[in-house]
C-alpha cells in the first residue's frame, strides 16, 4: 500500500488569492484555472479541487441559513398534514 499523502496547506497568499478569485467567479475556465495554478505555485488538480469544494461550501452555507427547524410553519411536515 503506498504512504499516506501529505495534505497541503494553502499559503495565506495563495488562499486570500483563490478566495479573491473566488468572489469574483464561481467557475473559472480550464485555462483561467491552469493560469492561477502556474502564478501560484500550485497543481492544477489542487486549484480545480478549491473551486469544487468552494463552490459546495457556499451551497451547504446557503443551505443551513436558509433551512426552517422541524415544526416551523413552512415546513413540508406541516404543508401535507392538512387531511
Same mark, same amino acid.
Given at each position: 500500500?503506498?504512504p499516506?499523502k ?19 467567479n464561481k ?7 491552469? =493560469?492561477?495554478?502556474? /502564478?501560484?505555485g500550485?497543481?492544477l @488538480? !489542487?486549484? &480545480? ?7 459546495r461550501r457556499?451551497v451547504?452555507?446557503?443551505h443551513?441559513?436558509h433551512? =426552517?427547524?422541524?415544526? /416551523?410553519?413552512?415546513?413540508s411536515a @406541516? !404543508?401535507? &398534514?392538512?387531511?
Open positions: 500500500m503506498a499516506k501529505q495534505r497541503l496547506v494553502f499559503t495565506d497568499l495563495q488562499r486570500r488569492t483563490l478566495i479573491a478569485i473566488f468572489k469574483e467557475r473559472p475556465s480550464k485555462e483561467m484555472q491552469i =493560469t492561477i495554478s502556474q /502564478q501560484l500550485l497543481e @488538480n !489542487t486549484v &480545480s479541487n478549491f473551486f469544487m469544494n468552494a463552490r457556499c451547504d452555507r446557503w443551513d441559513e433551512s =426552517t427547524s422541524p415544526g /416551523q410553519p413552512g415546513t @406541516n !404543508t401535507f &398534514s392538512k387531511a
